[in-house]
Each structure stands twice: as structure tokens, then as C-alpha cells.
């Protein structure tokens, strides 16, 4: 029997200040938590409400009841397994490659989007500044589908950091030069910027060429998502 205040603590953990106090994220699903348990991730905990869901007995597993889990999950509808697992320390930034930066991203639907197509085009590295959404938080962690474990975040000062990366920098702006004309090098910067304000002027001001996705259809559309975006031009930078 899991006692009240162990539920407590992991509910805390939804939480941004209290994941960073403890350095800790939740995250539930039985394919997702199996994902990360084989992943370089160091596992806290993990409670099953089944002790043959994860298909292996390890000490840090621990059978719980579904009421148990219900209390302690972040879902209307939790799913048999909750994994809680240390927040890794990110490693240094490598751009030998190219490199996502997200310009005060807000959505987690589009963060977890945007790490998960981090980890399909090989881009091992995304630089979020401190105003984005938090990565570990759960519905960002809903959709990496668990790749969350093989793209390396680093939060920070972005401007500082694309100002000192020595290579070229492009950002996506609606007056852009087309993507689809473009040469692009074997590294990089791509930025992407806010869901409702685009890149901020101080990141725009670091931008060395501006590139956009050209509209076919009426003009109906103000934009495309940003996740929508960073698919589109990611695409065309892995096509050289």
C-alpha cells in the first residue's frame, strides 16, 4: 500500500517547481514507460496496477492498486503504469550538426511534437530558451512518445548561445526566402519562434537568412503551426 504522502510527492511532481526541487518527471503508459526504463534515463520508481505489464521484475517496480494510480496520475484515465525518472543532466551543445532553437515555444502539444521530430531527422540537440515550455512536463512527455530520451534539451539563454555557436543561423519568418530554393550546409541553427508572436526581434536580429514555407492555397490561413513548420523545414534541410 503506497502511503499518503508517497502519492502526494508523485502528484506534486505535475508540477514544474517541484520536478526541479527534486530533479524528477512522471511519465505514464505502459509503452512509453518501457521505452525509457531501456533508455540511458536513471529510474526513481516505477508503480504498475499489473505486475506482468512491463514484462519484468526489477526492484525499483512497485504493484500498486488502480485506485492508488488514479490518485497519483495526471490523467482522467490512467493507463496500468507510472514511471517517475531523474531529470538528466544535459550534455555540452555539439554543432557539428544542425541544431533546433525555440524561441519562447508555449505549447506543449507542439514541444513534444517538435522533440519527437528532433529524434526522426537525427537532430540530437534542441536549445529552448527559459520562457518555453517546461520538457518534462506531462503532456509534453505524452507527445515525444519517447523520444524525449534521445534528444539532448538544453534551456538557457538563447540568445547567448546561437550568438557564440559559429555557424549559420536561419530562422523561419512568414517574408522569408522559399525553403524549397534553398542550399542548405551541413550544420546549423534553425529557429523557430513563438506561436503567436514568431521570433522575437533580439533572436531575429542573430538570424542570417530568413526562410518561409511558400502558401498554396487562398489566403485564408494566417500561419502554419509551429511543429506543422519545423516538419516541413527540417525535411528539406535533411534532403541535402
Not at 508503480?47 to 497519483?72: H, N, Q
Not at 539532448?152 to 539563454?157: A, P, Q, S, T
Not at 500561419?223 to 534541410?237: C, G, K, P, Q, R
Request: aromatic fraction near 8%.
Amino acid at each position: 500500500m503506497v502511503v499518503k504522502s508517497q502519492i502526494k510527492f508523485i502528484k506534486n511532481l505535475q508540477q514544474k517547481k517541484y520536478r526541479t526541487q527534486n530533479n524528477l518527471f512522471v511519465v505514464e503508459g505502459i509503452k512509453t514507460v518501457r521505452e525509457l526504463i531501456d533508455s540511458s534515463l536513471k529510474v526513481y520508481k516505477i508503480y504498475v496496477t499489473d505486475s506482468k505489464v512491463l514484462g519484468r521484475e526489477a526492484d525499483f517496480v512497485e504493484l500498486i492498486s488502480e485506485g492508488e494510480l488514479k490518485k497519483m496520475s495526471g490523467l482522467s484515465t490512467p493507463n496500468k503504469v507510472l514511471g517517475v525518472f531523474h531529470i538528466p543532466v544535459p550534455e555540452p551543445l555539439d554543432f557539428s550538426d544542425w541544431v533546433i532553437a525555440l524561441d519562447d515555444v508555449r505549447d506543449p502539444g507542439n514541444m513534444g511534437t517538435i522533440i519527437r521530430l528532433c529524434d526522426w531527422f537525427g537532430v540530437k540537440s534542441l536549445i529552448c530558451s527559459s520562457n518555453s515550455v517546461d520538457c518534462y512536463n506531462p503532456k509534453v512527455l505524452q507527445a515525444t512518445m519517447g523520444s524525449i530520451s534521445r534528444v539532448n534539451i538544453v534551456y538557457g539563454d538563447l540568445q547567448g548561445i546561437i550568438s557564440n555557436s559559429g555557424v549559420p543561423v536561419y530562422g523561419a519568418f512568414m517574408d522569408g526566402a522559399v525553403v524549397y530554393k534553398e542550399e542548405f550546409p551541413k550544420r546549423g541553427v534553425l529557429v523557430m519562434g513563438n506561436e503567436a508572436n514568431g521570433v522575437s526581434e533580439a533572436i531575429e536580429n542573430l538570424v542570417g537568412k530568413k526562410i518561409s514555407i511558400p502558401q498554396f492555397g487562398p489566403k485564408t490561413a494566417e500561419s502554419l503551426n509551429v511543429a506543422t513548420a519545423t516538419a516541413i523545414l527540417l525535411n528539406e534541410i535533411r534532403r541535402g
